[in-house]
């Protein structure tokens, strides 16, 4: 009895442990087998919650095979069923296991299967259409609690505690909880920092600190699903372990933007960002629409459309690392955006890749905050009205905003460009500005080949923090630019260039 016991941990230990060897290698790639055109994140990258492959059934009596897990994790999710929480035990199984509490992993895993067994659709939503518009400049409301995490409108709750999107709507593909944020301490130390909650049903992310010039990993990766306290109007997330947490608080009031990194319980690196929004909001769309063309998706003849909004004004940071603390100010902007297909019905069908081409960026110095979407159309298809080509100048002294629609951002034409160019005209005023990026995440933006239009084409994704000078007239007065600000771009060449 006890040579069968142990034989039968061996094969469990086994199952984790490839298991674990998923996880290491990427928790959220696509199975071996998936169904169908599984969705993809705004990356390229599949952001499928799967298990690995399975193993002999005989070998484990006490467990349900892991490829009858993977393959019924699978179809349930994508017929509308709250199979999040199988997913969040499945994580925490991967963790106990690395840990080397293989009795506790083997006993979460069973959880589970359980909680996959049991699983109830979501509830679900009245079907609409969503309308595209080529701009939604004109916007200026005020974010309320409702904006920040529309219940009702494009989310429901689960029993289970989380958001997610409705049972009845598999058009949704991304929605951004995305802060980052550049500032400077008074000892001349630089932060730039790259953070997200991942939305339920996300792939998870690890939130990365640029200082002392090199980008550095303090914080352990969080994963989905998304909590939302309504009474506080915080949504978190938990790290594997539920050793961190990570929040993001909205107090409409003051229009401040609260994330925060902390251990649950005991010491550990700690990050309290305070951002204060400032001028107007920057608005992709209400979430009744319509919506603007986020770009062509380089996979399916389709189009990303998005709504929501961007904060954006002047933060603190308190970062609390290795027994030093940090306090820098500078600037931050908040993405809350949701993107959807368009003329595929399920984002699983085709139509969620990432899309081409955008320049998404934001700059600030103490005069003012500019917002930049623009998209350029390298495809031969002709989307249902123009792409996105929208800007916010917010000058504070005088207390005005200017929408800019009259402006052309470019740059130097390299796959990850070293210089980028702005010039625009608006109500009473012009611009012109150069940007140089002081760094870029990744550091190489990572290439791949082929569109549905190309495929000998070559794409990328990238991030860069940019030093931008220039000038801005208004009304005769000269503004000496000397901003810094965060983009987020993807690109195409037929010639892999730069």
Request: charged share 25%; glycine share 8%.
């Amino acid at each position: 009895m006890k040579l069968k016991e142990s034989l039968a941990m061996i094969v469990v230990g086994l199952v984790i442990g490839s298991l674990l060897t998923l996880a290491v290698l990427n928790l959220w790639q696509s199975p071996t087998n998936p169904p169908k055109n599984l969705p993809q994140n705004a990356y390229g990258g599949q952001s499928s919650h799967e298990v690995p492959a399975s193993t002999p059934e005989k070998s484990q009596p006490s467990i349900p095979q892991v490829g009858e897990f993977k393959r019924e994790y699978s179809r349930k999710r994508w017929m509308g069923y709250d199979v999040f929480k199988a997913h969040e035990y499945y994580v925490r199984a991967l963790d106990a296991y690395k840990r080397g509490e293989r009795d506790e992993a083997v006993k979460i895993f069973r959880q589970a299967v359980e909680s996959l067994e049991k699983a109830e659709p979501l509830p679900s939503l009245p079907k609409r259409d969503w309308e595209v518009t080529d701009s939604n400049i004109m916007i200026d409301d005020v974010p309320t609690p409702h904006d920040f995490v529309p219940l009702g409108t494009i989310y429901v709750r689960s029993e289970n505690g989380y958001i997610a999107y409705p049972s009845n709507e598999p058009r949704w593909k991304l929605s951004c909880f995305i802060y980052v944020a550049y500032g400077e301490s008074e000892e001349g130390d630089v932060f730039v920092y790259h953070g997200r909650l991942p939305f339920t049903g996300e792939g998870p992310h690890r939130p990365r600190i640029w200082l002392n010039d090199e980008w550095i990993y303090p914080f352990p990766t969080f994963y989905s699903p998304m909590y939302y306290d309504e009474e506080k109007v915080m949504v978190y997330n938990f790290d594997a372990s539920h050793s961190y947490i990570q929040t993001l608080t909205y107090d409409p009031e003051e229009r401040l933007w609260i994330h925060e990194i902390k251990p649950i319980e005991g010491d550990g690196p700690r990050l309290r960002i305070v951002g204060r929004a400032m001028g107007k909001t920057f608005w992709m769309g209400r979430w009744d629409g319509p919506f603007i063309i986020h770009g062509v998706t380089f996979n399916k003849k389709d189009i990303d459309i998005w709504g929501g909004f961007w904060d954006i004004g002047e933060m603190t940071a308190e970062l609390i690392i290795n027994g030093r603390r940090y306090v820098f100010k500078g600037s931050f902007l908040f993405d809350r955006a949701s993107h959807l297909t368009y003329y595929y019905d399920s984002a699983w069908e085709g139509g969620a890749g990432a899309p081409l081409e955008f320049s998404c960026f934001y700059l600030c110095q103490d005069e003012f905050c500019l917002a930049v979407a623009h998209t350029d159309n390298p495809s031969p298809f002709k989307p249902p009205t123009s792409l996105q080509h929208q800007a916010r100048l917010n000058l504070f002294a005088e207390n005005r905003s200017y929408p800019l629609t009259e402006f052309r951002v470019w740059d130097d034409g390299g796959i990850q460009p070293k210089i980028f160019h702005l010039v625009g005209r608006f109500d009473g005023g012009e611009i012109e500005i150069v940007g140089k990026p002081i760094n870029y995440w990744p550091n190489r933006w990572g290439v791949s080949r082929g569109t549905w239009w190309n495929p000998e084409a070559y794409r990328t994704w990238g991030r860069a923090t940019i030093h931008w000078t220039g000038k801005i007239v208004i009304n005769g007065k000269v503004i000496e630019v000397d901003a810094y600000g965060i983009g987020e771009f993807t690109r195409y060449n037929e010639h892999l260039t730069g």
